[in-house]
């Protein structure tokens, strides 16, 4: 079963725009909520990372709001630029061995 | 990426033969992680390392084995492969466990499993 459920699967938003990627988790083990962006090609590189203590972290366009009592967190991209185009995961961390349990992936399209 | 070096980047092999995916890593982490990546299913841990021949298991383990003789090196074995183990595999080092130690990925290596 997948523990963390990421929605939606593709995203299009214009230049300017704000993008929205919403995420859910069943197992309150999780420590550490990371959200990785991958180019075509490449391997996930982290973007930002968020702790279950704190309710939301900014850093630049990038934006992550947790919801620790119903065990969801998003991602905000705002003023979504072309460079944004990627694939975005969240994730979820389990201590024990920092494994990451990952959601299926938003591929996010931002037109010119 | 970040000090990680996959091999081979791109490989064609068919049914039933064995494949040896290797990561190597200049950074002298001690956690190492093999993920397989599949559209619609985000990355999925195989098997993962916590040390010099110390390794666990993933969530999908099945059909494959690891080894790890030295910090550096973590490599992943299909013993025999299959078509359902046709995807990206991507390497993941993390310096340690707890805090901000996240996972940094090496740019993936591409099996084709005919």
């Known amino acids: 079963q997948q523990q963390v459920k990421q929605s939606p699967q593709s995203l299009i938003v214009q230049k300017g725009g704000i993008s929205i990627i919403n995420c859910a988790y069943e197992?309150?083990?999780?420590?550490?909520f990371p959200w990785y962006q991958q180019f075509p090609g490449k391997g996930p590189a982290l973007l930002i990372a968020?702790?279950?203590?704190?309710s939301e972290k900014k850093e630049g366009r990038f934006t992550i709001s947790f919801n620790k009592s119903a065990k969801q967190f998003s991602l905000h991209i705002m003023d979504s630029q072309p460079g944004d185009s990627a694939t975005y995961f969240c994730?979820?961390?389990?201590?024990?061995?920092?494994?990451?349990?990952f959601g299926g992936g938003t591929r996010v399209l931002v037109k010119p | 990426d970040a000090g990680i070096t996959q091999s081979p980047r791109h490989k064609v092999t068919e049914t039933g033969t064995p494949v040896t995916l290797r990561c190597h890593q200049t950074?002298?982490?001690?956690?190492m992680y093999w993920y397989r990546q599949d559209p619609g299913h985000g990355l999925r841990l195989i098997h993962y390392?916590?040390?010099?021949?110390?390794?666990d298991k993933g969530e999908v383990s099945d059909g494959y084995s690891v080894s790890r003789s030295k910090t550096e090196d973590f490599l992943l074995t299909l013993e025999s492969a299959t078509s359902s183990q046709t995807s990206v595999y991507f390497c993941?080092?993390?310096?340690?466990?707890?805090?901000?130690?996240?996972?940094?990925f090496g740019a993936g290596s591409r099996l084709t499993v005919l």
């Open positions: 993941a080092i993390s310096e340690g466990i707890s805090g901000a130690n996240v996972l940094t």
């Open positions: 197992n309150t083990a999780f420590d550490y």
């Open positions: 968020i702790r279950p203590d704190v």
């Open positions: 994730a979820a961390r389990r201590a024990a061995g920092n494994k990451l349990t």
């Open positions: 950074e002298n982490h001690r956690y």
């Open positions: 390392s916590y040390g010099v021949k110390d390794t």
